[in-house]
Structures are given as C-alpha cells and as structure tokens.
C-alpha cells in the first residue's frame, strides 16, 4: 500500500477517466471480471500490499495504475519504481505468472505510461488511459511497436535523394531510440512529401504500424498529400501504395476503422475530437497566416472522446509544422499517444524546441540548389510614388467611391481633404493608376530580365509569374490592369482563390500545364506547398510580416523543371529553369520580418481574425466581448437588404442576438446562476461518483455547461458568414482614387552586397582553377593559349553544364552581376549563357584585364584582323566582307568555325562552301585558320 492514500477527488477523476475509456470500475469487495471486456479493480490486493488498481481485460491481469495527490504530479516520475513493485508482485490467488506489462501513474491531471515490453521501457506521458481492446491487441502481438522499430531493415537507396536517404535513416533511428518527437527540416521543393510516403510504407510494411495521421493545415495542401500517396509506389513492390493500404483524407467526423494512413487539416481533428462537424470553408486557410490563432492563455481544450481514442494512431506527421500552430493547438497534437514527426523548409525557436531539438534532417535551401535540387533567385524592384507616399486627395474632389461586396459604383463629392498611407492601398483606398505603373513597369521590365523569351516573329513570351495580392478584391483590380496593360484576353490571367466559380484545381492544373494561363493571382491558396514547377516570376504585390510565411511564398519559384516539360508550356525557353526572378513591388524583401504574427488583445485586432478565431472554436473572454461589440457595432452600418442576408447566412439570428449569445457566455450572473443550479438541483450520479456530494465534480459539471453555451454561441460562424460579416465589416466602401496620377521611381535588379559579390568572385574562381585539369576547354585557357583556335561549342558547353549541376548557384550571369558590384563592367550580362561564360573564364584567366563581352572581344579582333589585312595592296571586295562578317558571327555565338559548318546555317543559304571557295579560292582554308586563331585570342 501507498505511504500516504492519494486525495478524494484525485481518484474520483481516474474513476471516471477509466469509466470514459471502457473499464468498469469495481471495488475489491465487489468483483466481477466477467461484468465487461475491461475491469479497473480498486485496492487489488498483491503479496506485497494492496495495490491502487489491477486492470484486467477478459478476466487476465495486465497492468497495474499507481494513483498519486494532485500535488505529486511533478514527481510523477518518482513513483516509477513503486509502480514496477505492485506491477512485478503476485496477484491474489496467483493469477499472474510473470510480472504485468503495463503500467500507469497518474494524479487524474497528469499520466504516465510505460510498457515493459518494450526495449529499454521507458514511462511517457499520455492524455488519458488506453481503451481495454487496445491493451489486449497489444498483448496479441509478439512484440511491442517500439520492439518492432528496432528491426526495420535497410532502406533502398533507389529513387530517393540523398537529403531523403539521410532524412529517413534518420529519423528511423530516432524511432528505435524511443525518441517521442522528431524534426525534418528540409527545403521547400526538395520533396518533404515523397520522404513522408516512403517513410510511412516502411513503418506500416515493417513494424506494423496501425494507422498514421498525417496533418495538414488546410484543404489544398491535403489534397495534395492525398495525391503523393495515390501515386506513389515502393520500389519492392509493383502495386501502387493505396493498392497496398487504405488512404482516407477526412473530410467529415468519420474515421474509418480500416484506415491506415489518414489525411485530415488540424482544424478538422480538432471538430472531431469536440464531436462536432466542420464546414470545409474553414479548412481553406491555414490558421497561423490568416489571424485564426487567437492568442489564448492557455491550448485549445480538448476532451477524450472514446469515439477517437489517444492510441487512434501510432504516428502523427505535421505537414508544415513551423507555422506554431503546436502553440494554439498543442493538445490537439499531444491528445494522442503518438510518435510526432515534424516536416518543415523554415523552422525557427518555437519549432526546434517543441521538437525537443530533435532534428534529424538540416538540408537548407543553400544545400538544395548546390545539389541541383532548387533553383536560386534574382530580386527585381519597382517602385512608384505612391507605393512609397501615399498620396493626399483635396478636398472638394468628386471622387469615386466602389462597394466592396458588390464591387458596384458611386460619386461622392469629398468635403474635406483626405490622407492615405501606403499601408491603407488596396483596402481602404483603391488607386488605379499605381496598380497600372506597377503591372506596366512589370510588362516592360520582362524582356529585359528574360532577354531570350521572343520568338521567330519578334513576340515576346511571358513567362509563367505568379502574382501575390493583399485581398480578393485587390487581386480583380490587378486582373483588370494585367490584361489591359498586356492587352490579352481572360485566359491569359486568372484569379486562383477558394472564391472563384471555377474549380481552383482546374485552374491550378491549367497554370501547372498548359500554356495559358501565363499569369495567375493569388491571395493565399497557392502561397504555400502548391508545386508549379514552370514558375519563373514572382510578384508581390503585398507585404508580408512572418518571415517564415515569405520563405514559404517564395518557394513556389524555386521548384526545378526539365527543359522538356517547361518547353511545354513556355515555348520559347531556350534551355532547362536556372533560375527564378522575384519582382518586389511593395519592399517585401526589405521589411521588417518576425518569426511569428502574434495577436494582441487590443481593439485593433481585425475582424476577420476574430471571426476565425470563434469558428474554430476558441473561446476566450477577451475574443467573445471584442467580437460581441464589433457586431453590436456592424448592426447599426448594415442596411435592411445586408441585415435580411445576414439572418440567412446565421441559421436565423440577428446580428444583436448572436452579440447577446457572446456576452452571455461570461457573464458573472449567468455563470453564478449555473453554479446554483448544479448546486441545489437533483443530484447527478455518473458511474463512480455522486455530483452532489463532489466539489470538484460540481466544478466540472459549471465548467461543461459553459463550454457547451459558449459552443453554441459561437457555431454560428460559418465559413460563408464569416467571409459576408468581412465583406461588410465598418465603411462598406473603398475610395478609387483616380485623382494622383503615380510615377514609375525606379524598375531595376538588385545589385549584390559587396561581401556577396566577392565570394562569388572568388567560389567562381576557385571553381574553374580547380578544374583546369580535368576540363579540356579549362586546360586551353590555362595552359595552351595556342590552341584557343581549337575551342568549340561543345567544350564550352561540357564547361557550363559541369558548372550547372555541381554549383548552380554560379551561374554565368551570377557571377557577371558580382564582377559589375566591384569592377567597372561597361557591358551587361550577354544573353547567351554560353557567351558570357567565356568572357568570364578569360577575365578569371587573365587574358583579359576587364571583363567584356566575347562578342564584344571578337568584334575588336575582327576589326583589328581586317584592318591589318588590308593594310597592304589586298583589298576585301564587299560580297567578301558580308561572308567574313558572318564567319565572325559564328565565331561569336559558336567560338569556333569548320569547314563542315559551312554547310549549315547560315552558310548553306548563301550557297555553302563553294561560295567560299569562289569568293576566296584555296585561300579559303588559310581564312578559317586565322579568324579561329586571330578572334580568340
């Protein structure tokens, strides 16, 4: 027997959180075994004293519950050992042979479990006690999960990267050594989700797992995984994975029992454990970037549900898992008896520590493009007067004023001046003309930036861009100007939001795919986890605060592509996706970034978070009050029309009525009025424990009623009326200023920071020298200037392609943009990344003191070899000339000409080496010689 019996109430709960789980909990002077599958028998008495509980399923003994005072639970772990005594001594009437595998502490808050099956048994904590079928299943098995994990044979290295290989291995030894979280953190694009299929197949096929979670934050990015599953197929095995085990993405409350892997949004597992149902417009933000993380005091409440037990699943992955919803959210995560596997590109603080520090995979997006993985970017600004200033419109103006529910359209004389910063663009006040400089700055900037992107008539290709705005509105108003200043028709940009009519997926498919559309805007639906791999623009034209949600952002352009798929749908791509450029038109590169977006409680707070914040369940005082007077508020703007559409959309309700519901909620008279009640109303008796006679009982009886009236309060916020309430939240209009005309301030590249610049010089450097042996093109630059006329296109290009797959990121126009931060480069990058490759080898070689285009090279050779030439009494003749120009030009692209190019282009057009041989007799041979020898050198 225990020193010291536990407190009253303490047991009283473990009572009931057994009696939850399915065991009857009997006396030790009344026992039936046979009175359920499952039986919790208080002050079992062993050879070595009574213990607190025996628990038997089907009439054997198979664990033992130590019960501890509430004040114990940070020593819980001291108890252990007096746990393993009651767990290792005989049963009365000898009913146990070997010592009882499992094992409970608990004080009624606080539990512990440790299986001694397991190798090394260590206690873990655990929400609530295991159903009694689980415990028997697990006896059923030769051996426990965590023995299984020591036997998971070798991974097959074929179709994995190695950043997988050791992210698996990895995490597959963090497993064996019982470790109960772990981290994968790897770069956006370098395939988190692949890793996650072959990590799951291996625990479902090797150690047994019964079914795993995988948690996603909104319904896209399930999609998606649901999709990674169904086509992903084990390289020893010819079937597809869903051949092989059953994949359910949620999209209701039920969780099949033959599921193996599930697919759910964490605001979905949430409803679910709270036994209510979730509209799937709420599933479509995540709910850390869009406001939904009300900041509570404390996690979002959780109860057991014995429809959803805590050993439902034996691995929970977290897709995304940096964005803190474990903050909010963090009983959601830990309600269960899981391993908890983390998958993230952007960690910070809050994920490495939740995470225990346990990282088993670092592989950056540095790593990912040095590996080929990802590819790099340029960052191009715009920026406008407007975009900078704001602007002031006078007074006495007629301005335009624009509904933003029904975008339609009235003048209003303005009476008196009106101030708008940058900040209230696109929201409060509508400018046309900035939106137009920007989208034409945008238009003009792009054959600069893609200089190789015009076809066989002159046109220029767009390439595929996608455009990040502030708000669905926001984003019609840059459609509008993107095809006016484009002048293309509606498929040329779409919008790609949950708003739209048409199928987001359908689009999005379109937009992945096919070649229109070539722009597509967007608010928040393909920020983040949504692969469209042609992408190479990225325009922001909306700020963004979290850092971590900006790295998300800008990882839908690193995704790499081969050169057959983006010819596809970029027909005029002249070589595989190097690289991708973002244009900043708002300073989202340089604002001030945070690693979280934490919600004050203050006035300021928007609507639409609050709004999210109650659909999703959150109940704090602080939300209610703050939510209940803006409605209170909202009633009084609305007319009758927008007050009738509101009762709809409100299962009947008004505005005041629901404000009422919300106050309620924390009223100190209603909650005194329900203490009395539960007080001096009929006693309730659940099966252990009489209400009446039980305070602490009583105090959870106030708090399940409040919960259940606050619930109710709040189920009216539906996905459909949240997002009426923000369309006609405060002023129901925006101003259109079409008065202050914006000015373009500047359309260019960013330049390098000069430390940058200098170790690309020098990796750039380093790089070539390193290689002068091995490369035969290297080697001729070094060592063997004589044999410069010997160059081709070939060598130069096995040069390139080296570069290409070892260190992507010195590409040639890379590296040409660091010479020009610290030298004097009178020329730009040339086009060719073939040409400006050259000129940078022989700037790094030495063979020329500046760095030049070797166009530009040839050129002033050309011209040096002619001249001298004709110094003389030999005169060219100008048909000569014209077929001297184009040998030089072929030089120029090609660094080399033969006697076999002559028949091609563009020699073959002008009659092919017997023109040649016409114009320069058996002279001709001697002219390939030195215009190869002459021009390069």
Known sequence: MTDQQP????????????????????????????AADGVAVREYWTDTGPADYVLFVQRKPVGVIEAKRVEEGERLTTHEDQAEYYAAATLQYKLNKEPLPFIYESTGILTRFTDRRDPKPRSRPIFHFHQPKILLEWLGQKESLRARLQHLPGLSPEGLRPAQITAIANLEKSFQENRPKALIQMATGAGKTFTACTFVYRLLKHAEAKRILFLVDTRNLGEQAEQEFLKYQPVDDNRKFTELYNVQRLNSGYIASDAQVCISTIQRLYSILQGQELAEDLEQENPNEQGWQWRKKEPMPVAYSARNPIEQFDFIIIDECHRSIY?????????????????????????FGFFHENVVSEYTYEASIIDGVNVPYDVFTIETAISRDGATIQAQEYIERRGKLTRSERWQHLDEEYRYSPTKLDKDVVNPSQIRTIIRAFRDSLPTIFPDRFDGQGVFEVPKTLVFAKTDSHADDIIQAIREEFSEGNDFCKKITYTITEDPKSVINRFRNSWAPRIAVTVDMIATGTDVKPLEVLLFLRDVKSSNYFEQMKGRGTRTVNFDDLKKVTRTAKHTKSHFVLIDAVGAVKSKKTDSRPLERKPGVPLKDLLAAAAMGA?????????????????????DREKERFTELSQGKSLNSIARDLLAGYDPDIIEMISTQVREGNPVTDPVTDLAANPAAQERAVAQQLEQMRSQAASVFTGELNQYLENVRKIHEQIIDTVNIDTLLRAERDSYSTEKAEEVMRDFSEYIAAHKDEITALAIFYDQPYRRRDLTFAMIKEVLEKLQLERPLLAPHYVWDAYAQLEEVKERSPKEALVALVSLIRRVTGIDQQLTPYNKTVDKNFQDWVFGKQAGALKFTEEQMDWLRMLKDHICSSFHVAMDDLDFTPFDAQGGRGKMYQLFGDGMGDILDELNERLAA
């Not at 903050?327 to 994920?351: C, H, M, S």
């Not at 109940?619 to 007319?639: C, G, M, P, V």
């Open 327 to 351: 903050n909010l959210w963090k009983q959601v995560l830990e309600y269960y008896d899981a391993f908890l596997i983390g998958l993230t590109a952007t960690p910070d603080k809050r994920t």
């Open 7 to 34: 407190e009253q109430s303490a047991r009283a709960t473990i009572d009931i959180m057994l009696a939850q789980a399915g065991w009857a909990v009997q006396s030790k002077k009344e026992v039936n075994l046979s």
């Open 619 to 639: 109940q704090d005082e602080d939300l209610f009050t703050s939510l209940a007077n803006r409605l209170i508020r909202l009633d009084k703007k609305l007319t």
